[in-house]
């Protein structure tokens, strides 16, 4: 994969010739002014203030564009540079962008939460509108006219008098090397070019044709290829090895013991598969049963046998609210799930005159750095990490554990770069899982129908212990070395945005309400970022228990929704998906077929969502097929329409393997999900047809879409099927046996 062995910066520079362009890849607040607390800046822009930070005006009539958000098949690097090109005037093929690189991008954290339109968006606008401004001054200088007398068109600057210059002309090694001032006025909606189209998406085309698009297809001079024997079990300790048999086997190169971390490499890939599965039979292990109870009683554990950190975190009352009449309880859960890619992890490693560089699909770049430097005894200088995309991420799987394993094996690899890449099997047991949660609401209607309190109470494992601790490392085979690192204590993701308790909180007015989250921070089972933490677990408990309050007033769904929600950007897309999807109010299921509904504005800060779903339910199989989704969308000022309708349907098409088929198995020993056929997912004959309406608001900022649907269509299906049978389930997912045992 040619593309990967890339220029550097200073590489480019050397041979580009002319220009020279300097980069400030760690601005230091000494060099810039020396006000101790500089003004702040929008998005990402204020934690890494220099314009050379973010972008680069090639002498070849280039602009290259720099985000430390990453690529992963969201669309995020087409969006960023339609936004560039229009801020700067040029055309968007002049645009080349450079995401996630810890030796040439800014560093703006994780790509995750659906902030990255939000963050880097927001700072390329402003960077690339100043650029703009600085390049029509050093023209106006040149042409000798006033700059607001000059025209410019695709990077080249003309006078009244038919005098030009172009961008590539008038940039010096010092044009942006300064602190962004954020001043210069982004363009007006009706001034744009670019955002507001459907560009085709820049990542789409190696993997539509078969092309080297991923990490698991990059190759290296002189590569290796590496497997890692797991422990079977969470805490399992590896307590004997006869490993001599295997380093005598064709083209093994190394075998990396270090405590119970046990990996071998080998010259071809299928060699090492064969010595991985050799070792593994040679390895013997000292197990423990610590697990908890699997099915129903894993809530009751969760709820009664573990130690919780106790917040209210929302609550208000009100005396003057009317006087309940009815009150409703329910209790909704939501297994283990795993991120389930459909191709495993995969990293590249290669340490060379103390240095290591990593190719890795994971979603935070800078934050693995440092805790490779701390699991490794390095420096982070001395650590470059550069994004490649992965098969699939969906959150915080095995992406960024499988490069320490593949920087292991390239400490005992003399210089030669080593490919490491999971079974499917360690995929499924070494991943972390989106957390189990336990979800128990009650309500109250007072004599007209209206919800007049609400309590929501969760119980819920973290959902973020990525890479990026102060304390520890958040990285698997750091655990596993004969001297460990220890993880940091997991702490929860605060409001507003929200962890364990991420949309909990309900957008409906109601006089009184309560939302008490109940955090384990114990992790029998080891839990991190599943796409929308506990989003899409509270919206489904949330929603599901809004239709039971609805059938007990009596009331239209849709209607019930309207009458409590007065934000009118919430009720909007309720309205629009209601009319697209041709809402009947009262329409009742016929025992089969049923339609539901559901709401959500995504941590109730990003995109606003609501769903409509039609299921059709098999009541001989227990199959539950979901027909159609339609979906309304307020995701703000939206850059490029067919991204945004591509990011829906892809989160309703994961919610509805989550929703019908995704729950991980264990027993009290071991994880036993080892392969698909342990972990159904949705097949492409069972993709509902999907139906997007965008409310496009070209005057608002913009808000993340990427994980808007999830936690809607869950309900919308779950109140689908209750509308169909006149039943409802509670547990995800709505497997056969559930179906066939509702329905008995």
Known sequence: MNAI??????EFLET????????????????????????PLPGSLNANRLLDAWLRVNPNGTVTVFTGKIELGQGIATALAQIAADELDVDYPRIEMVTGDTSRTPNEGFTAGSLSMEHSGTAIRFACAEARDILLGLAADRLKTPASELRVSDGRVTGPNGATATYWELTTESTFKREATAKAKPKLPSEHKWVGRSVVRRDLAPKCTGGPAYVHDLRLPGMVFARVVRPPSPRAQLVALDEAPVRAMPGVVAIVRDGSFLAVAA????????????LRKRARWKEAQDLPPAGAALFEHMRRHMTARDQVVSEKTSPAAATAVKRLEATYTRPYQCHASLGPSCAVAQMRDGQLTVWTHSQGVFPLRGDLARALDMDPKQITCIHREGAGCYGHNGADDVVLDAALVARAANGRPVKLQWMREDEFMWEPFGSAMLMKLSGALDGQGAIVDWVHEVWSHPHTTRPGGRDGVNLVAAWHLATPKQPPFPADVPQPAGGADRNAIPLYEFPSRRIVKHYLPEMPLRTSALRTLGGYANVFALESFMDELALAADADPV?????????????????????????????????????????????????????MADVVVNRRTGQVRVARAVSAVDAGQIVNPEGVINQIEGGIVQSTSWTLKEELRF???????????????????????????????????????????????????????????GRRIRDLPLTPDRVKSALT
């Not at 062995?5 to 200073?10: A, H, K, L, T």
């Not at 909007?572 to 539901?596: F, I, N, T, Y």
């Not at 097949?683 to 005057?699: D, H, M, R, Y």
Request: charged share 25%; proline share 5%.
């Open 5 to 10: 062995m890339r220029q550097s910066r200073r």
């Open 16 to 39: 580009t010739g002319a220009l020279v362009v300097g980069f400030t890849l760690a601005p230091s607040l000494t060099a810039l002014a020396q006000d101790a607390k500089p003004a």
């Open 267 to 278: 010259e071809r890939e299928e060699q090492a598969v064969k010595a991985m599965q050799e």
């Open 559 to 611: 209607e019930f929704r309207l009458r409590h929600l007065r934000d009118p950007r919430a009720r909007a897309v309720l309205e629009a998906a209601a009319q697209k999807a041709g809402w009947s109010p009262g329409r009742k299921g016929d025992g089969s077929r049923g339609r539901g509904v559901a709401f959500a504005r995504y941590k109730n800060l990003a995109c606003y969502c609501a769903v």
């Open 667 to 725: 027993d009290r020993t071991r994880v036993t999900t080892r392969s698909w056929a342990d972990y159904p997912i949705l097949t492409f004959n069972e993709v509902p047809a999907v139906e997007v309406v965008l409310l496009n608001q070209p005057n608002e900022r913009f808000l993340g879409v990427g994980e808007g649907s999830q936690g809607p269509a869950a309900a919308a299906i779950a109140n689908a099927f209750a509308n169909a049978t």
